[in-house]
Structure formats: structure tokens, C-alpha cells
């Protein structure tokens, strides 16, 4: 059983960009023996099911074409664990702008 996934919801697509051997001579060869692939985020521009070919519009405003994969995927980067010596740098920096008035 497959369900549609309506138009304007946010998703994430899949897309070869250049497949395994068709990549510029300049890329290593280990790299050139893998495929150029894309993962975009968006949101649907026509219903579309999971795992098959759709058209999303992205927050920049393109159109991409690629396969659903995710619906509403989420933002899994992060910024690294934090740096003890600037963890108490805003509260500090607050006070000193107090004391100058």
C-alpha cells in the first residue's frame, strides 16, 4: 500500500547528480568510481508518494527533481560540543556593556 504525501508538505529527495564514471578527469579516481549524488530539502510542488520521482521548491526558491525519501526530515547537524573557555563569554561580555553605561 502506498500513501500520497501532499503537496506543500517539507521533504528531502534523492537525485544523481552524475553517475560513477561520468565525473570530471580531474576528480581522483576513487572519487570518479562513486556517483555524484543529492540530497535537497523542500517542499512539495504536486502530491507525490514515498519512493518515487517528485518536484520540490526549495526555501532558495529552485525547483529540484528527485526521489522522496523523507518526510519532514529534520536538521541532524550540530555545531560540535561547546568550547568551555567561550561557554561564559555572553554573560561577561553583558556586564562589562552594563558598567560602560
Not at 525547483?63 to 555572553?90: D, K, Q
Request: hydrophobic letters at 45%; glycine letters at 12%; aromatic letters at 4%.
Amino acid at each position: 500500500m502506498t500513501e500520497d504525501v501532499d503537496k506543500g508538505t517539507w521533504v528531502e529527495i534523492h537525485g544523481v547528480v552524475l553517475p560513477a564514471g561520468e565525473r570530471a578527469a580531474q576528480v581522483p579516481d576513487d572519487t570518479r568510481k562513486v556517483a555524484l549524488e543529492m540530497r535537497a530539502k523542500g517542499f512539495l510542488t504536486t502530491a507525490a508518494v514515498m519512493g518515487e520521482e517528485t518536484e520540490i521548491l526549495t526555501v532558495a526558491g529552485r525547483c529540484l527533481r528527485g526521489t522522496l525519501v523523507v518526510v519532514n526530515p529534520a536538521y541532524l547537524h550540530g555545531f560540535g560540543a561547546p568550547i568551555p573557555e567561550l561557554v561564559s563569554i555572553g554573560g561577561e561580555v553583558r556586564a562589562m556593556l552594563q558598567r560602560r553605561g
